[in-house]
Each structure stands twice: as structure tokens, then as C-alpha cells.
């Protein structure tokens, strides 16, 4: 059942929110480790890839993630 309390109803939003970015976190560092790019993770988000790389690169190097590097 659904709150008809506005307080409630934003805390919802805050927790479903923050589950998100959870979920999202947990299976960016998955595809990367599974040998994903960046491309290939921002197509499956449907963002672009600067957009995935600038959320998740520092986490990731910090979480011990060997993260593939373009060739020029």
C-alpha cells in the first residue's frame, strides 16, 4: 500500500534511489571484470560512455578493477 504521507512517499524515492546506484555499481564492476568495455556498458545503461566512465573509473581502480585502455 501506498503512503498517502508526501514524507514518506520522498523517503521511498531516497531508498529506491539509492538501491539503484547500488545495483547499478554491482553489475558496472561485474561487466568490467567480466572483460565488458566502456562502450559496451554505457550502451546497456544508455548513457554514453564518458557519462559510465566518469560515475564509475575511480571506484573501480580503487576496488582493484584492471579496466581496459583504448589504443591510439
Known sequence: MVSDDPA???AAVVALRRL???LEDSAVEKAMRAGWSWPDVA???GI???AV???H???LIAAGVELK???T
Open 8 to 10: 514518506q512517499q520522498l
Open 20 to 22: 539503484a546506484d547500488q
Open 43 to 45: 550502451e546497456a545503461l
Open 48 to 50: 554514453t560512455r564518458q
Open 53 to 55: 566512465h566518469k560515475k
Open 57 to 59: 573509473a575511480k571506484r
Open 69 to 71: 585502455r583504448r589504443l
